[in-house]
């Protein structure tokens, strides 16, 4: 079955703009969770939505949003960009329940702010 | 706060081996915690999730052991190939919500022929 799809896989923006990434999870999963990856703080949790409700949140300042829609398709959005935003965003897809079976992750974008 | 700890300096050990890497967590009580697998470049890939009641898993070459006593968590890869050579992640749920993973920063594998 397909994997878990991320688009684009590159991304360079310039400070101030705002982007919008889309991850396409596994068919049949419902949960699509995201994570910013640097090489200083590892993976972070940004958030969490199932049947397109976030039901979790990690630690980012606002400007940093996301959506899911109906087809468990998510996309998130970070506006304002700094460049400290540079990173390799990952998207996860489960089937939702506590306790998953693992997470199936995509190969990620990498975004650059300049 | 809660805390993950895996070994920073890259781990190096000659094909055949088995290497054992080791997350250990401070100030928290996880359900479960899982090990991934992350080449360069692309997305961690699962390989095993133990759950707190569980005291060892085994999937083909690899194991895995949860000591809830000790915080510990050891996973250990028996007869070590150069394909192997990745970075390890571990990670563990966030009991105040749904599938929010907290990883440690991972520790480099290096298998040499």
């Known amino acids: 079955k397909a994997g878990v799809t991320q688009t684009p896989r590159y991304l360079i923006k310039t400070r101030g703009q705002q982007v919008t990434l889309s991850c396409s999870p596994i068919?049949?999963?419902?949960?699509v969770s995201w994570y910013q990856q640097t090489p200083g703080q590892g993976l972070q949790f940004l958030f969490e939505?199932?049947?397109?409700?976030?039901?979790n949140k990690g630690n980012f300042p606002g400007r940093f949003s996301g959506r899911q829609f109906s087809n468990s398709r998510s996309e998130m959005n970070v506006s304002t960009l700094e460049l400290g935003d540079s990173a390799l965003y990952l998207c996860?897809?489960?089937?939702?329940?506590?306790?998953?079976?693992?997470?199936?992750f995509g190969s990620g974008t990498r975004l650059t702010v300049v | 706060s809660q805390k993950i700890e895996q070994n920073s300096e890259a781990l190096n050990i000659q094909e055949g081996k088995t290497a054992t890497l080791t997350c250990n967590y401070t100030?928290?009580?996880?359900?479960?915690l899982q090990w991934y697998r992350q080449d360069p470049g692309r997305g961690p890939v699962f390989l095993l999730l133990?759950?707190?009641?569980?005291k060892e898993k085994r999937k083909e070459r690899l194991k895995v052991t949860f000591d809830t006593t000790l915080k510990q968590s050891l996973f250990h890869i028996t007869a070590s190939q150069p394909a192997d050579s990745a970075t390890y992640l571990c990670?563990?749920?966030?009991?105040?919500?749904?599938?929010?993973?907290?990883f440690g920063a991972g520790t480099r594998l290096a298998v040499h022929p």
């Open positions: 996860a897809s489960s089937s939702g329940g506590q306790g998953a079976d693992g997470y199936t």
């Open positions: 100030n928290y009580s996880p359900a479960y």
């Open positions: 133990i759950r707190e009641n569980e």
């Open positions: 068919s049949g999963h419902r949960s």
């Open positions: 990670a563990l749920d966030w009991a105040g919500g749904y599938n929010k993973l907290i």
């Open positions: 939505y199932f049947s397109e409700t976030q039901r």
